[in-house]
């Protein structure tokens, strides 16, 4: 029986009707029509899926949509403002942190929430801060030198 | 490094404003009016006679669509590329490889039938209330166990599960040698089964339309136009003309993506059937048992030297998996781009190498990143830091005794390949230079007295790339050209969009290949467009794999610009009114020899669309030209890769230390990009050496079919790798941009030299991969055992 959920998303306020059993990332991409947040597993593993839920980076496979009812989501679309790349987004590009761009909206949002947290993440720290997500094509070299320059460009 | 936009220019990716924003378009994002939904229902036994499917229950379920079995489907079977002979001559056994299967299954997830739904979750359910009986029978999983007399036979035509016993080289000089060697060097390994994985799994939409009958697909493809010959010709009987493959973008391939697969059929030939949009995208499970495999391979191999450790000859015993049905390009893997990489950078003079390649009830296994070349270098390299040991030689040493030298090109090697240029003591140099390789002795000091093992270990691959000369590998049984196009549309103010057969899901050729046309032209890149995976837009195309677009598709690229300023001359000379061999053209500008007579690109753009002043008689307006480029040769990347590790002797862990890496590409377009495709092969390779394997029970069962159980390398399994170009390159002589291909070396280098190192720390003379921290405790604390004897 379908239910409806609400939240913001990137700033908007949203509505929609789902099944109960519906995934919060299924609600972005499928009902939103928010494509950019991707899926590339079925155990909550890759983090291609990661968006903020409060400002919190989450894998949104991991939980229902009717669990972030009320919520404030940020997704990949939500970053830049005014055509202009987050500089989280801009250290990706100058630095070539990413290939195919599958794992990418899911590896900036979780680059963004570690900086919030650690302004000046060690080599290390970024590298088991990005346990949760896999990218297959850049051997995370560049993803890694990338969030040491997004973090400093946030500060 | 050069300014600008043009060739050897770190040019930052034009594709990445669209993957940074979440606008880019995968298969998966894409949706069409009215579209329905498929479930696979995939046989949960490894080999199973179907005895009945029972429709009943699904149909009645809400938002029912149709569901299609074996029976409902009767199409062409899926084909094989390439046929190989046995050794005798006669053919490979070339089982049929139905779409949906016909009576029996013979792999876990093989499809049994799909079932279409209104929605996703309406489709699974249905898909879920599908009844299907099975009988199921003895599987054959292994390969030493499927070749066994009196195991299950996986196909009745291949007796011993036989598929071909084929070899290359010259068997009788390879005895001679051995006879009389001063030494052998012997080893035995396994080339561990890896599960490609690459981040998007695969997905494809159908969908017919009623007024043209036209189809079209949408799918996670990494060659559409090969996907709609082969779908088109032997699958479905639809024409060219009426098929449209569309292959968006692609997240990622490393090969699993080359290979026409049963999905894209499947929802191609039902859309026809129910006449609306059938959307099918895998779950990750799905991608383990469906994606064709890679690697798994088992062999015994044998060096002979002579007294001061020159390698004489090679003798090679291989059985490859094929899995259950041959792949697209199952077959030419171990075989063509195996074992004809056995002389690797070695003068190795005779060369004998036997592939049995075995039927077994699991996954396909095909082309994965390297295909065939990380199985000769991983054997090679390995082999020769045996030979090493043997010979007490320093591995490096033993190494340079035997290289190609740079004077000896074109060499000729034993197994058929001709190389044409090559520099390998200049990346061995530069790799032992980067790493410190004379400080070793002392690091390993330094990390025995926190109670660590350190090892070092070198690998100097040779890849054959730029894939293929078509008369070559027709010859040797490949069933079509492997050639590429590209067309050039220069628009009449003077911008430009490139149509070309190469495709990108990684790669950045939008980026690459635009460099190519700016340096060429003179256009500045914002008025470059490349168009890629699309065969309603683009001609031809052979697609990208076997790191061989910017050698072929680049080369076909180069070929038609040429054509473009060749007919741009003509009517510059008109305009100017001079001859036209007096007529060059040089930064964009049409220029007459010695004159300051010039007319820019843009100039003659215009005339061409605008032919008011024109040599009309001579020469049709337009500025549009195409071109096919097929290879005179394969490209031969090289170089030298070199790992030191640290072992801890009570956990077992093994930390990279440091990872060196020294390649010889010949030119490079874009550096940036090229150090970026070797860190991730370099980490697939150290991924397969360290931490993946794919695990079946003897039932069959795929035991590693999620992320729970299939360990995919993570960012802090790596250190940062130093990753440097040759200081010597040598440019490929046979295509005019003198490059060789960069997308699989990583893959191929890697494996050995982590290995190498692990045995040098470990003292052991050999070890399987990957090299958990299992095998590494226990080889460790055996080691103990020793040295406290
Ligand atoms: S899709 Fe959410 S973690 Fe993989
Ligand atoms: S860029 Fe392809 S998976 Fe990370």
Known sequence: MPTTVSMTVNGKKV???????????????????LTGTHVGCDTSQCGACVVHVDGKSVKSCTMLAAQAEGANVLTIEGLATDGKLHPMQEAFREHHGLQCGFCTPGMVMSAIDLVKNNKNPSEHEIRE??????????????????????????? | MPEGTGIGASVRRREDARFLTGSGTYTDDINRPGQTYAVMVRSPHAHAKIKKIDKSKASAMPGFVACFTGDDMKVGGLPCGWLVKNQDGTPMVEPP????????????????????????????????????????MPAAVSLKEAVKPGA?????????????????GDKAAVDAAFAKAAKVAKLDLVNNRLIPNAMEPRAAIGEFDRATGDYTLYTTSQNPHVIRLLMGAFVLSIPESKLRIVAPDVGGGFGSKIFHYAEEAIVTWATGQIKKPIKWTAERSESFMSDAHGRDHVSHAEMAMDKDGKFLALRVETLANMGAYLSTFSTCVPTYLYATLLAGVYTTPAIFCNVKAVFTNTVPVDAYRGAGRPEATFMLERLVDVCAKEMKMDPAEIRRKNFIQPSQFPYQTPVALQYDTGNYDATLDMALKMIDYKGFPARKEAAAKKGKLRGIGISCYI??????????????GARAGLYECANVRVHPTGSVSIFTGSHAHGQGHETTFAQVVSEKLGVPLEQIDIVHGDTGKIAFGMGTYGSRSIAVGGAALVKALDKVIAKGKKIAAHLMEASEKDVEFKDGKFQVAGTDKAKTFGEVALTAYVPHNYPITELEPGLEEQAFYDPLNFTYPSGCYIAEVEIDKDTGTIEVARFVASDDFGKIINPMI?????????????????????VYDKDGQLLTGSYNDYAMPRADDFPSFEVQHSDKPTPCTHNPLGVKGCGEAGAIGSPPALINAICNALGVGHMDMPATNEKIWRAANAHAARAAE
Not at chain 1, 15 to 33: A, C, D, K, M, Y
Not at chain 1, 129 to 150: D, P, Q, S
Not at chain 2, 152 to 168: F, H, M, R, S, T
Request: with cysteine; proline share 3%; net charge negative.
């Open chain 2, 674 to 694: 090229v150090e970026g495709q070797v860190h991730g092969g370099i980490a697939q390779g150290l991924g397969q050496a360290m931490l993946e394997t794919c």
């Open chain 1, 129 to 155: 801060w990005l346990e949760g997500n896999i990218c297959r094509c850049t051997g995370y070299h560049n993803i890694v030198k990338a969030i040491a320059a997004g973090a400093k460009a946030m500060a």
């Open chain 2, 97 to 136: 490889h139905p779409v949906l299967a016909q009576e029996y299954v013979r792999h876990v997830g093989d499809i049994v039938a799909v079932v279409i739904g209104e929605t996703k979750q309406q489709a699974r359910d249905a898909a879920d209330a599908l009844v299907v009986d099975y009988g199921v």
């Open chain 2, 463 to 476: 890849e054959a790339c730029g894939i293929a000369p078509s008369a070559v590998v027709g010859s040797l």
């Open chain 2, 152 to 168: 299950p036979q996986v196909w009745e035509q291949a007796k011993g599960n036989i598929c071909y016993d084929w070899g290359l």
């Open chain 1, 15 to 33: 509505s929609g009707q789902v099944e109960p059993r519906t995934l919060l990332v299924q609600f972005i991409r499928e009902t939103l029509g």
